[in-house]
């Protein structure tokens, strides 16, 4: 059984400062998915990865197969990116989703 | 805005009674995925359709069943709704399966008195 692990379970920054939220998991993977979920309830996919490394504005995503851990970042960080956020990961064959218990951040102006 | 229509947005019953939800998915999808998330145990993935047959399941109740009809929405359908029923569902989409981007839909809350 895949176990995934999420830290820290909650991040208050100051606007502005660099953050980072580390997903680890416990099996080999296909991929794994970070998803933003906001106050409201809706939840957004960031990225969806399975090497290396991807960059969407300020939000970059990394991840280490071989030490089963990824991380997200955000720069520059700004009030709005306040939501909690959510790593998932995907087996391999054709095991579902298993996701993290999630990250609630939120950045003070 | 990501393409993927849920309804109702949200659901007040009581318990024992049965509910269904709904979802188109993105156009051109042909994966629809349900998850459950409740408040002590976070998202859960229910089951998955791909082009009309089910392709996965996960912590999906025996009360509960799905299907995907030929133009691609998905219904889920809860029966003998009890108390610990009430979480949000959503209902994600996507071309490929779980390898491919997802498309959230905004949540159907449903709230069991």
């Known amino acids: 059984k895949n176990e995934v692990e999420q830290s820290p379970q909650n991040l208050t920054a100051q606007e502005g400062e660099f953050i980072t939220i580390n997903c680890s998991y416990s099996?080999?993977?296909?991929?794994l998915h970070w998803l933003q979920q906001h106050p409201g309830g809706g939840i957004v996919s960031l990225f969806m990865?399975?090497?290396g490394k991807k960059k969407h504005g300020r939000l970059i995503a990394t991840i280490n197969i071989q030490e089963k851990h990824s991380s997200l970042h955000i720069t520059a960080s700004h009030p709005r990116d306040s939501a909690v956020y959510i790593c998932?990961?995907?087996?391999?064959?054709?095991?579902?989703?298993?996701f993290g218990k999630g990250t609630r951040l939120s950045v003070i102006a | 805005d990501s393409g993927v229509t849920q309804t109702p947005k949200h659901l007040i019953t009581a318990t024992g009674q049965r509910v269904t939800l709904r979802c188109s998915p993105r156009?051109?999808?042909?994966?629809v995925y349900w998850y459950q998330q409740s408040l002590d145990q976070g998202l859960q993935f229910l089951i998955q359709?791909?082009?009309?047959?089910?392709?996965a399941k996960g912590n999906i109740l025996e009360r509960f069943s799905a299907q995907q009809f030929p133009d691609l929405h998905s219904e889920l359908n809860l029966s003998s709704l009890e108390l610990g029923d009430s979480a949000l569902y959503f209902c994600?989409?996507?071309?490929?399966?779980?390898?491919?981007?997802?498309?959230f839909g905004e949540g159907s809350r449903l709230t069991v008195l």
């Open positions: 359709y791909y082009n009309g047959e089910e392709r």
């Open positions: 990865l399975s090497s």
């Open positions: 099996v080999g993977i296909s991929a």
């Open positions: 994600a989409s996507s071309f490929f399966g779980h390898t491919g981007e997802l498309f």
């Open positions: 998932a990961v995907l087996g391999s064959g054709n095991t579902p989703l298993v």
């Open positions: 156009s051109g999808d042909l994966s």
